[in-house]
Structure formats: C-alpha cells, structure tokens
C-alpha cells in the first residue's frame, strides 16, 4: 500500500518547549518540533478521548498509518525557516536565508519558573530556572507564528481522519503550564516533491526520499559510511523519553547518533522515512521492499 504527502500548517497557539540541553539555569529548546513530538501528541489524544484503550495500541496504530515528519516555524506568505548548514555556519530559511542570530531573536525567548515546595507553599529553595521556547508572536513585529512540515499518511486515509487527529494537539514539555498548544490549520495533499531537492517515491512499505539537499529531520549515522562521508552539518547523540501504559515519561529511547537537521550530504542518496520522521539510508535490495 503506498503513501500520500500531506503538508501541514499549524497555528502556534502557546509558546512551545521542546527540551534540547541546559546551560546553567537556562534549559534550552530546539527551534522545531520532531517528528516523534507530534507523533506523541497524537498518541496522548487517541488515549486521553478514549479512541483507544492503550498507549501501545495507539502506537502500532501510528506506526502502521503514519510517518510524521519534522515541523519548523513560518510566517503566512514566507519561507520556511528550516535549518540548513553552510559552508560559513548554520541559517534558516532556503528562500529567504537567514542568520541564527536574527532567528532566534525572531522566534525565541524565554519565561522563568520554579518548583513548589508543599510544605512551606512557596517556591523551592534554589529551584528557579528559565525554560527557553518558540514564541506564539514573533519579535518585534509580534505576526503569529505558525510550524510547516510534512506528515504521510496511507492511500485512503481521509482529511477528516487527519484533522480528527492533528486538531488542538499539545506537544513538547511544560504542557502543565498551558504551553504547547497547536491548532491545524490545513492539510494540504502534495503529489510531487514535498521537500526541496528530493523526489519521493511513496510506493515502497515506507517513502523513499532520493535526491540532495538540507535533510528536513534527524538523519540515523551508519557506523560503517561516517569514514571519508562529506556532510556540511553536526552530529548529536538523539535520545528521549516516551509515555507508555507503565507510565508517563518512564521509558527512554535508544541513544542513536545522527547528523542534525538541515546537514547537507556532499552528494545524491536515497533515504527512507520512519514513521518518527527520521531518515535513515536506503540501500534497495533486488527482489525486496523496505519495511517499516
């Protein structure tokens, strides 16, 4: 069964936290949300409006459905402003480039919170820290921010069934404080080419993207290929932790190294997207199709 592309807008509604790293007091966001955040959004609604009785049914259903891509911020009528590594640093933004700098200016900020004590019922001796996020308004001109990406979805499924379950998602941490909180507004069905410089074949058990450019999510390192590999781009140790019926946030993803979104490789592959949204090489093999 084969695949369609669609391209999905969202209307950042709260600023959203998704954790990256801390730095002193500061704990860091990253300037997108993966793959595997809105898919553990979804997952969250599907068991919260009772469409299923398990986190672990709403994840094989997920899974067999969907691949959720990588959402990064826009404004209406502009670029999509996506990392992409360059020979002189990091920007983002293909058509409209911009520096890191004026980025996070444009987009970030943060808000200061602290842990409560329940004895005393004021705040926690030595607790304050700040949580950086993407703002809901941008600075200075204060236009609402809105997240772009890519989800695929199996032949047949419905723009009903997408906004049934993409609608008034939250993602990210800090959700206790309001924040995270995303509104669909469109899901736009893409024939040809949903990403810039890669054809996508949507008829293997996953898409197959082929071509060159900024990789639009985590790219998975095969140990055996990083010798003499010409990549513009940093390499992360990707690690998280996952909600499952033994409880929330309880369980930690395997640590995978990979070249961080918007890392260009030196030359053309083919690459399959996991239903997470990562993207891993893709060697076809004669007489066999990828698997999920």
């Not at 990403?195 to 060159?212: K, L, W």
């Not at 019926?245 to 995978?256: E, N, W």
Request: glycine share 10%; hydrophobic share 35%; proline share 7%.
């Amino acid at each position: 069964m084969s695949w369609q592309a669609y391209r999905l807008l969202f209307r950042v509604l709260s600023p959203i936290h998704i954790g990256f790293e801390r730095i002193g007091n500061l704990q860091r966001t990253r300037p997108y949300v993966l793959g595997r955040n809105l898919w553990a959004a979804a997952a969250a609604k599907m068991v919260l409006e009772g469409r299923v009785a398990s986190y672990e049914q709403a994840r094989s259903e997920l899974t067999e459905h969907f691949c959720f891509g990588y959402l990064f911020p826009t404004l209406l009528g502009q670029t999509v402003f996506a990392p992409c590594y360059r020979d002189d640093g990091l920007f983002f933004g293909l058509d409209q480039r911009i520096g890191q700098q004026e980025f996070e200016h444009r987009f970030l900020s943060s808000t200061a919170h602290t842990a409560l004590n329940p004895a005393s019922r004021g705040a926690e001796e030595g607790s304050l820290h700040e949580v950086e996020c993407v703002l809901p308004r941008t600075r200075p001109d204060g236009r609402p921010t809105y997240l772009a990406g890519v989800l695929f979805a199996r032949r047949g499924t419905t723009e009903a069934t997408l906004r049934s379950l993409l609608d008034d998602l939250q993602v990210g941490g800090e959700r206790t404080y309001g924040m995270g909180r995303l509104r669909l507004e469109s899901a736009e069905a893409v024939e040809k080419d949903p990403f810039p410089g890669f054809e996508v074949d949507p008829r293997q058990d996953a898409p197959i993207a082929r071509g060159q450019g900024p990789i639009p999510a985590h790219w998975l390192i095969d140990g055996t290929q990083v010798e003499g590999l010409g990549v513009k781009g940093e390499i992360e140790i990707l690690v998280g932790r996952e909600t499952r019926d033994s409880g929330y946030g309880m369980s930690l993803t395997t640590p995978a190294a990979c070249w961080c979104p918007g890392s260009v490789p030196d030359s053309a592959g083919s690459f399959r997207i996991l239903p997470q949204g990562l993207w891993e090489d893709w060697l076809p093999q004669v007489g066999a199709t990828a698997n999920v």
